[in-house]
């Protein structure tokens, strides 16, 4: 796996998300975890994201990238397309931004 990977226009999804202390986002293509970190940071102190990917491998990476956030996280492998389930297992009942990567 490649690990050298650089997510594109972190600074275009921060602003659009506008991440605010407390908040509570959802990356559904969370990857690498490169913009999951910027998510992280800019909703710093008390942000929480919820990370889903299919690929284990690549949660392994992000779970190593979001390292100094612990706490504020949860990766789960999965599809975002069952994303009602993913938040109502983890007692979600309202979310403040989603991002999905599709690489489109």
């Known amino acids: 796996m490649n690990l050298e990977h650089t997510p594109v226009l972190v600074n275009e999804v921060v602003e659009l998300l506008e991440p605010k202390s407390a908040g509570v986002y959802v990356d559904g293509t969370v990857g690498l975890g490169g913009h999951a970190a910027a998510v ?21 990476v992000a779970k190593g990238k979001l390292h100094e956030y612990r706490g504020r996280w949860t990766l789960i492998q999965g ?18 931004g989603v991002l999905l990567d599709l690489g489109v």
């Open 79 to 96: 599809n975002f397309a069952r994303l009602d389930q993913v938040l109502a297992t983890h007692a979600v009942t309202e979310i403040d």
């Open 40 to 60: 992280l940071q800019a909703s710093a102190l008390h942000g929480r994201l919820i990370g889903i990917d299919l690929d284990s491998e690549a949660l392994a």
